[in-house]
Every structure is written in structure tokens, then in C-alpha cells.
């Protein structure tokens, strides 16, 4: 028995050897290299007079080449590229929207209209436009060095910029470029950046705000102008709407993403929690509580009760979760969390009474019936996976779903099956 043992060892040797040779001496015609390209940003030194003295041109309409914000104020639908403009169509009927003209806003990012006056930020200034008629939109007022945050040379006026590069690598898991901003896979979802505002009420005050969506940098409440960036809260006197004057800056930490007014009070997103401030002063906010989370990116809506918050991983969250949470606000100054259910990637969200629509990424979109917040998972309306979703307005005529490949409008009217009315696709991708 011994000696059949040893025979078979002796004759599977050459097998496992040539297993080694192949697994530890592949051949060249076997060694294959995948390379990834990625989207990142290289960095760009301007000079404030060099866009200061240039004309803000209004353009005829042009094709979305990368849609970033969407904001509605009467018949109007806004759409943003950032970092370049804003188009302006006439959304008189939904079903089929008309291009109308193209505002070309060199390092522009956000937007909120009070009055048929749009503000919209230039790098480092904010730029009042009148827009009451969409063929003749004028520059009213250039609030200067209001976004400080730009400038890498106070003194000689030069501020820094980012310009969208694609390199290519042969690391499939790259995630930082070189200069620090991040690099993203372009056969992967990349839709991380600036989001608008969306008002509580239409009317505040006397005067007539437009709506954006929740991941909102801008927004407007009792006649007062809020923005947020990485780190502060800035306010603005817009009480005489085409004379937006700055008023304070306010420190809120880091990884300030979003901002949200209800009923006076501001709720701003943030990477770490939210943070919700009484605005009834509106000149001077004052801090309320801070609901801490997980490191996450967070846009938040809310009702009477409760907010909504959505917590998603991505490149500029590499340690999110993905997640929606629901926090009890009958008592703002203690916010407390309730429940939180698992979602795929979940990023902007829209609340219309007892019903909430969420953008999925890549996922799409996805309702629910909140009436009941504790059963929220149980009570999902519909789940449409064949586009990709980032942010939602639910708009008095349809709902209004942003995402990489373009704006998609829905009839609503019933809130338990959403009918496709028309989708304006980005002119190449």
C-alpha cells in the first residue's frame, strides 16, 4: 500500500508543477491590462477683473451637455450646467417644454428668483438678474466678493477654479486625483456636486419665491437670501429684490452641503448631521440643535413633524451608509431619530403630504406612502429603475426628476402611479 502511495505522489508532481508555472509565470500573451478613465479636476488661477469686465451674454437656447440644478418659478423651469450658465425654458406644458434662451454665467453653481429677480453666484460674486421678460433678461445689480472662499490672493484679486480633466489609469480603484478633488470612474454614476434650494411657501412676506430642489445651496425665506458652502451660512438682504445687499457670515463647521427653509426656520445638511437654526429674526439666524450622523452626504425635507434625510456614500462620502432617516422635530430643539430604513444610494427627495419621492442614483426613483413613518419600507408606491434620478421638485404641475442624462416631468395626480410626460435628454454622453 505504501509503494502505490508514493507512485501516485511521483505521478502527480509534473501536474502541480506546471499549475505553479501558470499561476506564478504567466506567459505575456496571457498578461492583459485594463485601463479606467476618470473624471477629476485640475486646478485654474483667474484674475476677478477678467470676468468682472467681461458682458454677461444672454445666448440662444443650446442642448444640455451636463444638467447640475433645476429650479421652477411660474411657468419657468430652470436648468443649471455648472460652472457656465443657465438655460431658461418656458414649462407652460409640461409634456413638452420649449427652449428658450441660455444665460452664460461663468463659474456659476446656484439660483433662487424672488420677484422675477434670479440671483445666481459668478465665483465670488452674486449677480442679480431681471427676468421678468425671459427674451430680455438684464444684469440689475454685481454684489461683490461676497463668496471669499475662491480667492487664493485677496490682494492681487486671484481666485482659483476648477476645470473638468479626464485621465486615464490603470488602477480600477482610484478615487484621488493628484490635486486633491475627486476622480471618478466615468463608466460609474458621478453626480456629486451643487444642488438648489427649495422654498416653503411660494409667497413669503409679499413677495414671490420660485421652487427648487432639496440639495440646496440657495434659498430664500422672509426677504432674506441664505447660501451655504463648505463651511458657513451667508445671508443677504433681498428685501427690495433687485438690491441684494450681504449682511453676515455665519460659521457652521465643515461639510456643509444643503440648506431647506420651513415655516422660519432653516435646516441645513451637512456631512456629519444636520443643523436646524430659527430664522425668525431673519437678519440674524441663531442656532436651534444639531442632529448628529455617520459621515455622510445628507440632503433633508420636513413637514410639521418630522425630517426626512437621506445619508448616501459616494466619492465625496467614502464612509457613508446609504440610508433614509426620519427624525421626530415636534421639539427643534431636541430632534431625535425614530427610525432609519436601508435604501441602494439614496441622494435628493421631495415631500408632498403624506407622500415621498426619493432619488436612488443610479437606482432611479422611488415613492412611498409616509403617512406611517415607522412603516415607510412596507408602503413603497412604485420603484422606476431605468434612469438615473438625483434630485426631485414636486412642482404644482409635475413632478420634476433630475439626473445625469437629463430632466424627466411626471403627472402626479395620482400620487400611487407616476405617468412619464416628457424627458429633455443631455446632447451627448
Sequence with gaps: MKTQVQKKVKRSLPVLFSVLLLVFFPSCEDQLESS????????????????????IIIEPPKPLDNPGKIYIFGDYLFVSEPGKGIHI?????????????????????????????????????????????????????????????????EETGTIITFKDTLITSTDPNMMWSSWGRPAIRTDFLAFESMAFAS?????????????????????????????VDDYDLRVFNVEDPTD???????NLGWGIETIFPFKGNLFIGSMTGMHIYDASNPSDPKKMAVYEHVTSCDPVVVNDTHAFVTLRSGAMCRMGVDELHVLDITDLYKPRLIKSYPMDNPHGLGLLGDYLYLAEGEHGLKSFNVADVLDITNNQLEHLDDFSAIDIIPGPKSLIVIGPDGV???????PEKLKKLSCINVSFR
Design 36 to 55: 479606467y478613465t476618470y473624471q477629476t479636476q485640475v486646478p485654474v488661477f483667474l484674475q476677478v477683473n477678467t470676468f468682472r469686465e467681461a458682458d
Design 89 to 153: 425654458l418656458d414649462n407652460t406644458d409640461p409634456a413638452s417644454p420649449r427652449n428658450l434662451n441660455f444665460i452664460n454665467i461663468p463659474g456659476t453653481g446656484d439660483l433662487a428668483i424672488n420677484d422675477h429677480i434670479l440671483y445666481a453666484d459668478n465665483y465670488v460674486d452674486l449677480l442679480a438678474f431681471d427676468i421678468s421678460d425671459p427674451q430680455d433678461i438684464k444684469l440689475v445689480k454685481r454684489e461683490e466678493d461676497v463668496f471669499p472662499n475662491l480667492y487664493s490672493n
Design 199 to 227: 422654498s416653503d411657501a411660494s409667497r413669503t412676506g409679499g413677495q414671490n419665491y420660485g421652487q427648487g430642489g432639496s440639495m440646496a445651496r440657495f434659498t430664500l425665506l422672509s426677504g432674506h437670501l441664505y447660501t
Design 244 to 250: 441684494p445687499h450681504y449682511l453676515k457670515n455665519i
Design 408 to 414: 424627466c416631468q411626471f403627472d402626479y395626480s395620482d
